[in-house]
């Protein structure tokens, strides 16, 4: 069964950091391209952060360049996300993509940017 599991969101405080995780299951990353997206209500979901399957390049919202890095670990079959220097504008859920021949989505996880 092929899923993607987001965690590691939570209430953060402003200029705080925080580390989002996807971990994959039935099928192997390093096939794929991953991408970071995040929504919040009545809004289209948005394009964070994506990293290619290949060279590993990154590419980042220029909302978020130089605060958040994209990471993957093809071995343990998961892509992070680290927050760094957060906004209460970065409140979203945020959702873990894959992408190659089909595109996998995970379920989501909230993130709270609030003093």
């Known amino acids: 069964q092929v899923q993607l599991v987001e965690s590691g969101g939570g209430l953060v405080q402003p200029g705080g950091s925080l580390r989002l995780s996807c971990a994959a299951s039935?099928?192997?990353?390093?096939?794929?391209?991953m991408s970071w997206y995040r929504q919040t209500p009545g809004k289209e979901r948005e394009l964070v952060a994506d990293i290619s399957r290949t060279v590993g390049s990154t590419k980042y919202a220029d909302s978020v360049k130089g605060r958040f890095t994209i990471s993957r670990d093809n071995a343990k079959n998961t892509v992070d996300l680290q927050m760094s220097s957060v906004k209460p504008e970065d409140t979203a859920v945020y959702y873990c993509?894959?992408?190659?021949?089909?595109?996998?989505w995970g379920q989501g996880t909230q993130v709270t940017v609030s003093s």
């Open positions: 993509k894959a992408q190659y021949w089909a595109t996998y």
């Open positions: 039935g099928f192997a990353i390093s096939s794929y391209a």
